[in-house]
């Protein structure tokens, strides 16, 4: 089955305690990108990756890091958690050209206390 | 103000009925719009791609008008089942161009439900 994996689903956590968020996807999709939503603003885009080692920052990238060393996976990294990092945060793939639709993963829920 | 503005913020409507999500835009030019579909504490799910030429696109009981002259689009639920209840998500994409990253402008979305 054709699909995008997060883990942990839910996770609570303190302040500056680092932590990963893992995705991976079974698609073979170049095209790889975070997203957070928060009440009233919807999906922001954190960080995006076009292919293997090539990454690129979003529109709210400050506070993380992701990387990848393989096509299927691309783990979001916090290396130094903060409170108004608590948010539900989804990963996304898709194939490289336009008009492509986005497939999601079920989220993470994080709480940073 | 946001480039993408969706209307209702929420509706509720009797399973059966039909109803009509609208989506008003200022992203010009664009590549395409999308409509999703996202259950509540879960990950988007793609309902229709149209693109900048298309005015009408359907996925069963969902059909999604584009009117690229008014910048307006439409997402059109039939004969609605509880099933339905879920926030419906409307984004546009700007045309590709080096250093944008294929970027997604997301609305709010409308939240729908949909009641026995």
């Known amino acids: 089955e054709a699909q995008v994996t997060q883990n942990p689903r839910y996770l609570i956590t303190v302040t500056g305690k680092k932590l990963t968020v893992t995705c991976s996807q079974n698609m073979n999709h170049e095209y790889m990108s975070w997203y957070r939503q928060d009440p009233g603003l919807g999906l922001r885009q954190i960080y995006y990756s076009m292919n293997v080692e090539v990454t690129d920052k979003g529109d709210v990238p400050e506070g993380y890091k992701v990387s990848r060393k393989e096509k299927r996976n691309f783990p979001l990294i916090l290396e130094s958690p903060s409170p108004n990092q608590t948010s539900l945060y989804f990963c996304a793939s898709s194939w490289g050209g336009n008009n492509q639709p986005q497939h999601f993963g079920d989220g993470t829920r994080l709480s940073i206390l | 103000k946001n480039q993408v503005e969706q209307s209702p913020q929420s509706l509720i409507i009797l399973e059966g009925k039909n109803c009509t999500l609208q989506?008003?835009?200022?992203?010009?030019?664009?590549?395409?719009l999308r409509w999703y579909k996202q259950d509540t504490g879960r990950g988007p799910v793609s309902l229709t791609i149209m693109t900048f030429s298309e005015n009408t696109k359907s996925n069963g009981r969902y059909t999604a008008t584009l009117d690229a002259d008014t910048k307006q689009s439409s997402l059109h639920i039939t004969a609605s089942q509880l099933s339905d209840s879920a926030s419906y998500i409307c984004?546009?994409?700007?045309?590709?161009?080096?250093?944008?990253?294929?970027?997604?402008?997301w609305g709010l979305g409308t939240s729908l439900g949909v009641n026995p």
């Open positions: 984004v546009v994409q700007p045309p590709f161009r080096a250093g944008n990253n294929r970027k997604l402008i």
């Open positions: 989506c008003n835009y200022t992203v010009s030019p664009f590549s395409n």
